[in-house]
C-alpha cells in the first residue's frame, strides 16, 4: 500500500505564497503519476498539478498556470505544491494523490480522478482579500 500525509497548510491574504508539501511512503514503485487536487466547499474535486513519477509532461489547471509549480524530490519521497501569488478563489482542501494506472496524459487535459487510489488527509489553505 501506499500512503501519503500533507504538511499543514495555512491562512495567508492574496498575493503571498504558501508550499506544501507531501511524504510518500510504502509500496512507491510502481506509482505512475501524483499530483495535487483541491475542493471547495460545495464544489467538485480537481486537480490542479499533475506529474508523472517517471518525468515529461505536467498538467496544471488553467487558473492555476504561472503561479502554481509542483515538483518532486525523489531521494525525501516527498511531493511538493508551490503557490504563488495566491487568490481568494484558490481556498479550499488541498490534497495529494498517487496514481498507478498506466495512463498517459497531456499537459492540456488531466488522467481523469478516478485513477487515483491512494489519498493524504487533506489540509485547509485559505487566502483572505
Known amino acids: 500500500q501506499v500512503q501519503l500525509v500533507e504538511s499543514a497548510g495555512g491562512s495567508v491574504e492574496a498575493g503571498r505564497s504558501l508550499r506544501l508539501s507531501c511524504v510518500v511512503s510504502?509500496?512507491?514503485?510502481?506509482?505512475?503519476?501524483m499530483g495535487w487536487f483541491r475542493q471547495a466547499p460545495g464544489k467538485e474535486r480537481e486537480g490542479v498539478a499533475i506529474l508523472y513519477t517517471g518525468g515529461g509532461s505536467i498538467y496544471y489547471r488553467e487558473s492555476v498556470e504561472g503561479r502554481f509549480t509542483i515538483s518532486r524530490d525523489v531521494t525525501a519521497n516527498t511531493l511538493y505544491l508551490q503557490m504563488n501569488s495566491l487568490r481568494p478563489e484558490d481556498t479550499a482542501m488541498y490534497y495529494c494523490?498517487?496514481?498507478?494506472?498506466?495512463?498517459?496524459?497531456?499537459?492540456?487535459?488531466?488522467?481523469?480522478?478516478?485513477?487515483?487510489?491512494?489519498w493524504g488527509q487533506g489540509t485547509q489553505v485559505t487566502v483572505s482579500t
Open positions: 494523490a498517487a496514481s498507478k494506472v498506466p495512463r498517459y496524459f497531456s499537459r492540456y487535459a488531466p488522467p481523469p480522478i478516478a485513477d487515483f487510489a491512494f
Open positions: 510504502g509500496y512507491t514503485a510502481t506509482l505512475f503519476s
